[in-house]
């Protein structure tokens, strides 16, 4: 490795070039050419011979303002970009005054804590990146070598549980930060977008938000003093607003942790301002005595964010040194737009994207480590659902206050039965699954049953007995009678572990007279668990109507979704509509997902009148839907 020790005759013109690059951040112009005039400027600070053969490269510097440089552009006359270059890492060396203890042992316990107020924050693509993040790692968690939780909550106080409940390594917080002085007032927020538009009328059209909110200020960013600022990451209220924790009060509840590394996937999570170096989200995590950090120096795409964060995770799982995987992350973001993307209405020639991958920022007390020891035994993790394979949407968007109400009543036992009522279409089987999933991630399994399904009730509990094979067709009349016959004495094998019953779409087997349900077996589980304690166990039933059998169930009566939600559901679906369209499908289809799927087996339409005679003849077929 080599170990740059920066010095400068005259620091200020230096500050003068970073806040320039600064403020064209925060304008979206930023052009590569600007990236690389200073880039080339930092180089030549370090005095270097162009020689340069493929290393890690740490920058190294105990004066504040020197480190405040964006040091991430640096440029090499030939080589070109080292920060994002195959070859090389580029790192940030500092020290906490606190010794280094060695890497844990593995496995790598990795937690993704998102934070997204339904108040006064753009709205960003969480649950997205909880999507892809857990996509990438399932090899590796099922082979034992990662653990990955990523809950629904993004409260302060559930962030602190959740650190001293069991050892992590690796704590994600996706969000939103502010710098914001004292003076100032959290009352709304100034939301960074832009679009990515297709060049022709095929291609797609995407949102891409910034991950910042911003309390209104009299003359944009720069009125902010920073010499009186303080860095904030923004948490979710109980109400649904936003809380406000300072970067000091977040590193206190991190001492005494065994984390190795902490990623503020948030905007000017590690901006150093000359006035202020302090006034970031990293710095207090540093002198908490946190190995390894990682922020961003400037306002984030939310795509960026959900790559860096994605690709990092990965590439660590992979036993990459952190400086390896962040060089990794960073050149994923070279190219965020997919081939069928253009930047729409950009203020530069340049794609604003492009000029993204240099905004992580690591800052490390030994950069070329690992995050834990990984010369362990792993012990791979069983399958974590038996029975039917109940389609569930690729991405769960939206529902976050259900998500964590109701999940964290089915974690803490406040609720072991749970039965979720609706009208059809409103999402019952997307909400159940994504609460059966959170649940397996907390360490159940899961017995999966769809009424309706060709496999019956009592084959689907046999698998989870071990007793019938997932292919094996029972129908001996004689066998069925003796499990039925020996039945409690299987339900209390299960009942000794920590399983999740989740039954689906019970209506399509209820007696339309009582509405009691029709299949034997199943009923008969109910009717037995119903009359013990199973403290183990966690019951989650979907219906349309009411179970009268289900007295001392918690009934939860699933309504339509908010229209932010739903708006955001079009979206990811691949209908582009401005938002008096989206606001008009909504109020005709009452939020009804199942409609927005007859909507896409139309051909899409911005034109007022075809798309009013689109969404009378959805709501025809919803109606009848509704009436089966």
Not at 425 to 434: C, E, R, S, V, Y
Request: hydrophobic share 40%.
């Amino acid at each position: 490795m080599i170990i740059l020790k920066p010095t400068f005759d005259n620091l200020t013109a230096y500050h003068d070039l970073a806040r320039q690059l600064s403020q064209h951040y925060h304008r979206h112009c930023v052009t590569l050419d600007e990236l690389k005039t200073i880039g080339l400027a930092l180089w030549q600070v370090l005095k270097r011979d162009a020689t340069l053969i493929p290393q890690p490269l740490i920058i190294e510097c105990d004066d504040k303002a020197v480190l405040g440089l964006p040091w991430e552009c640096v440029y090499h006359p030939e080589l070109g970009f080292l920060g994002k270059h195959p070859d090389y890492t580029l790192s940030r060396r500092v020290s906490s005054g606190k010794a280094l203890a060695r890497p844990p042992t593995g496995p790598l316990n990795i937690l993704l804590f998102t934070a997204q107020p339904e108040k006064n924050t753009a709205r960003l693509d969480l649950e997205i990146e909880q999507h892809t993040v857990r996509e990438a790692l399932q090899p590796f968690i099922h082979a034992g070598k990662v653990q990955f939780y990523a809950p629904h909550d993004g409260r302060f106080n559930t962030l602190v549980e959740l650190l001293h409940r069991q050892p992590w390594h690796l704590v994600l917080l996706s969000g939103h930060g502010i710098i914001k002085a004292e003076e100032q007032a959290f009352t709304h927020s100034e939301t960074f977008k832009a679009k990515f538009q297709g060049d022709i009328p095929s291609k797609l059209k995407t949102l891409h938000k910034f991950k910042r909110p911003l309390a209104a200020v009299k003359a944009g960013l720069q009125a902010v003093s920073h010499s009186e600022a303080t860095a904030y990451f923004v948490f979710e209220s109980e109400e649904g607003e936003g809380e406000l924790i300072s970067a000091q009060t977040l590193a206190d509840v991190f001492k005494g942790t065994l984390v190795q590394c902490v990623v503020m996937a948030a905007c000017q999570s590690a901006h150093f301002s000359p006035e202020n170096p302090e006034a970031n989200l990293i710095m207090p995590l540093v002198q908490a005595g946190i190995p390894h950090l990682i922020g961003m120096r400037e306002p984030l795409i939310d795509r960026a964010g959900s790559v860096f964060v994605r690709t990092l995770c990965k590439a660590l799982a992979q036993q990459a040194r952190i400086d390896e995987a962040v060089q990794q992350g960073r050149r994923a973001m070279t190219q965020l737009l997919a081939t069928n993307e253009v930047w729409h209405k950009a203020q530069s020639a340049d794609d604003p994207s492009m000029v993204q991958w240099c905004l992580p920022t690591l800052v490390s007390q030994a950069p070329t480590q690992a995050l834990v020891n990984w010369d362990f035994n792993p012990q791979p993790n069983p399958a974590t659902q038996v029975g039917c394979k109940i389609a569930l949407p690729k991405v769960f968007i939206g529902r976050r206050r259900e998500l964590r109400t109701l999940g964290e009543g089915l974690y803490s036992g406040t609720i072991q039965r749970l039965l979720i009522q609706g009208k059809g279409g409103l999402g019952k089987t997307a909400l159940a699954g994504q609460l059966a999933i959170t649940l397996a991630q907390q360490g159940y399994r899961i017995l999966a049953y769809q009424a309706g399904n060709s496999q019956n009730f009592q084959s689907t509990l046999k698998q989870a007995l071990n007793l019938l094979p997932a292919s094996e067709d029972e129908r001996d009349k004689t066998e069925f009678a003796r499990f039925e016959a020996d039945l409690e004495t299987h339900l209390k094998t299960i009942a000794q572990e920590k399983w999740v019953f989740w039954l689906d779409n019970l209506e399509r087997l209820q007696n339309p007279d009582d509405g009691g349900g029709t299949d034997n077996t199943l009923q008969n589980t109910l009717d037995i668990l119903s009359q013990w304690e199973t403290p183990q166990l966690r019951i989650l039933l979907t219906a349309r109507w009411a179970i009268p059998q289900s007295t001392d169930y918690h009934n939860y009566l699933l309504n339509r979704p908010n229209f932010n939600d739903f708006s955001r559901y079009l979206e990811n679906q691949g209908l582009h509509y401005f938002l008096p369209e989206r606001l008009q499908i909504y109020q005709t289809l009452g939020g009804n997902f199942q409609g927005i799927q007859l909507l896409q087996s139309l051909s899409p339409s911005q034109d007022a009148i075809t798309l009013k005679k689109q969404l009378i003849l959805v709501r025809r077929y919803l109606q009848a839907y509704l009436r089966l």
